[in-house]
């Protein structure tokens, strides 16, 4: 079993920052993927950056120069800065590991930009 534990969301105006964490706790090696998805009010859920398994990063081209993923091995840790905030950044972020062939999710964390 895995367990995701996210904190760091909130509100916040437009042009600001946040900082997400994804602590990630049982079997789950620092090489196993994880990374962040989100949730727009209404809609589908969409990959926003992650680690692959082989350590590579991959964004959304929506974030973009804007959010960057980074990863603490030793502590398991994923997080997103989150710079120069949109108000359709605005959704329920999720973390999510693969780790040998199951998706794992956190509860998420609610991040509400404002114009």
């Known amino acids: 079993q895995v367990q995701l534990v996210e904190s760091g969301g909130g509100l916040v105006q437009a042009g600001g920052s946040l900082r997400l964490s994804c602590a990630a706790s049982?079997?789950?090696?620092?090489?196993?993927?994880m990374g962040w998805y989100r949730q727009p009010p209404g809609k589908q859920p969409e990959l926003v950056a992650g680690?692959?398994?082989?350590?590579?990063?991959n964004y959304a081209d929506s974030v973009k120069g804007r959010f960057t993923i980074s990863r603490d091995n030793a502590k398991i840790t994923v997080y997103l800065q989150m710079n120069s905030l949109k108000p359709e950044d605005t959704a329920v972020y999720y973390c999510?590991?693969?780790?040998?062939?199951?998706?794992?999710w956190g509860q998420g964390t609610q991040v509400t930009v404002s114009s």
């Open positions: 999510s590991a693969f780790v040998r062939g199951y998706r794992y």
């Open positions: 049982g079997r789950i090696f620092s090489t196993d993927g």
């Open positions: 680690f692959t398994s082989g350590g590579y990063t």
